[in-house]
């Protein structure tokens, strides 16, 4: 048998293939605003599970406390330094000059004040959910030191951030405390712009001989399977730090 080809085609026909290249169009424009809705994992309340943490779990992890304002002063000690090397970590973020970065659970501000020095033609958005952090970050200002912070209180479930508003967040030693993971890298991944970065630091829960007790850790394994309910990339994790990850994720281009 021989297959015949017929190329000619009806007007009627070319109504329809013009409708559905219509259509075609239509759903490749709304296909990039569906991807975004990440689907929530849930939490699990397990008073019969809880170590130290609020007993509220997410993914199988212990949500920490919230360390308080009055404990401040323990986020400026010296020794942080060496331990934590927050100028390195800085660096690190390879910053553009005019770029607008986020330092989510920006406690006194001790990462804030360093990134703002980086981005003299941009803004660090300080967001935390204590009014007296973000005093602490006010009153630190000065002329020539921290003038492009703005500071924002921010919700338990929300950053408050406008929608693709920002090109980096960075979160070091805070995101094991958000009572609402979840809600809260929603409202961050849709705040950074495509492409758009976050730096997640945390101490590695791998490590038993990094002395920290252990929900104020997480494993890279972990916080790769958190940050992927949102489509975040991992691009990479850099190990210089002595006691924790730098973990960064990337929001996809056009996400
Ligand atoms: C351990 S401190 C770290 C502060 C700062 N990142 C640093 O490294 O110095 C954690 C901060 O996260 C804040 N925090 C906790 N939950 C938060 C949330 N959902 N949104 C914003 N900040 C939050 C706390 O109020 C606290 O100031």
């Known amino acids: 048998m021989r297959l015949i080809y017929n190329f000619a085609i009806s007007p009627a026909q070319v109504n329809l293939m013009n409708l559905s290249s219509r259509l075609l169009v239509l759903i490749a424009f709304l296909l990039p605003l569906t991807a975004q809705a990440a689907e929530h994992p849930g939490y699990v309340a397990d008073p019969e599970r809880r170590t130290t943490g609020i007993g ?22 010296p020794g942080r330094i060496q331990e934590e090397m927050p100028d390195q970590v800085v660096e690190n973020m390879n910053l553009e000059p005019d770029e607008v970065v986020a330092d989510i659970g920006a406690g006194s ?15 660090v958005l300080a967001v935390d959910i204590q009014q007296e952090m973000l005093d602490l970050i006010e009153r630190q200002k000065s002329a020539d030191r921290g003038e492009n912070i703005r ?31 979840f809600e809260m890298i929603d409202g961050i ?20 001989s990094v002395p920290i007790r252990p ?26 730090l002595p006691w924790q990850h730098m973990m960064i994720f990337t ?4 996400e």
């Open 56 to 77: 509220k779990f997410y993914m199988g992890r212990e949500i920490s406390f919230v360390m308080g304002h009055l404990a401040a002063d323990w986020l400026n000690r």
């Open 109 to 123: 501000g001790y990462f804030s004040f360093r990134i703002a020095e980086k981005i003299p033609d941009g803004e």
């Open 151 to 181: 500071t924002i209180l921010g919700a338990i479930d929300d950053p408050r951030l406008p929608e693709n508003s920002i090109d980096a967040a960075i979160m070091v030693d805070a995101y094991h405390e958000f009572s609402h993971p």
């Open 189 to 208: 991944y849709r705040a950074l712009k495509p492409g758009g970065r976050i730096f997640l630091l945390e101490y590695r829960g791998e490590d038993p």
């Open 215 to 240: 929900l104020h850790k997480m494993t890279e394994e972990q916080a790769v399977r958190e940050m992927s309910v949102f489509g975040l990339e991992w691009t990479d994790t850099l190990d210089f």
């Open 251 to 254: 929001k996809v281009e056009g």
